[in-house]
């Protein structure tokens, strides 16, 4: 499957963001973030190929119109049911706020944070296996983690080949999500978060902070 618009309901023409109909506009101010939480649900427990976007609207009581006036389309709404996740607008500035010293263990205790966290790491663990199989889900992992919030680190580094470095730290802390969170390797399943980011946390540094 390549990143093309479509959805589990067959293939349609791109919808436009026109206004909804009145029936969609008439579901509260909290719509929108309705519609997130029950998209990160939906993703969660159906994975990214059973997911509709009639089903992600069902489940927030809103007509389909109005999914498709907030994100577009079903690759648009994963994306941002993904980010809501990583939120790496408010994460970022806590992360590079202490500057290069440090960098490494705070970057290495978010990233677990977030994972540790049920109510995020749901739709983690659905794009982390649907970005396996669907170029679509690799698309929305590489521009939430790697472009919106690796990048961002990457612009602050004083290092030679920053971009690189901020890659090979993704490529450590993915393959750790991957078998701690996916498939559930023992001892590292099992670790205490703590330790994971106490070992982890000085590969990360050299990644990012040392020349």
Same mark, same amino acid.
């Given at each position: 499957m390549t990143g093309g618009r479509t959805d589990d309901e067959? =293939?349609?023409? =791109?919808?436009?963001?026109g206004r909804p109909s009145r029936k969609a506009q008439a579901t509260g101010p909290d719509a929108r973030a309705r519609i997130l939480e029950a998209a990160r649900t939906e993703f969660a427990e159906r994975g990214y190929d059973k997911t509709s976007i009639r089903g992600i609207a069902r489940a927030a009581d809103v007509d389909p119109a109005l999914v498709h006036h907030y994100f577009g389309t079903k690759d648009e709404v994963f994306a941002a049911a993904v980010e809501l &996740?990583?939120? =790496? &607008?408010?994460?970022? =500035?806590? $992360?590079?706020?202490?500057?290069?010293d440090g960098l490494g263990e705070r970057l290495a205790g978010y990233f677990i944070t977030v994972w540790e966290n049920p109510a995020s790491r749901a739709p983690l663990l659905a794009i982390m296996r649907s970005a396996l199989t669907h170029e679509a889900a690799?698309?929305?992992? @590489?521009? $939430?983690?790697?472009? @919106?919030?690796?990048?961002r680190v990457a612009e602050t580094l004083d290092v030679p080949d920053a971009?690189? @470095?901020?890659e090979?730290?993704? &490529?450590?802390m993915l393959g750790i999500a991957?078998? @701690?969170? $996916?498939?559930?390797a023992e001892p590292l399943a099992s670790a205490p978060p703590e330790k994971i980011v106490e070992m982890v946390a000085p590969t990360l540094q050299r990644y990012l902070a040392e020349p």
């Open positions: 067959g =293939p349609a023409a =791109p919808r436009r963001r &996740s990583f939120e =790496p &607008s408010l994460v970022i =500035p806590a $992360v590079l706020g202490g500057g290069t690799a698309e929305v992992l @590489r521009g $939430v983690f790697l472009r @919106r919030l690796l990048e971009t690189f @470095r901020a090979l730290a993704a &490529s450590h991957m078998l @701690r969170y $996916v498939v559930r």
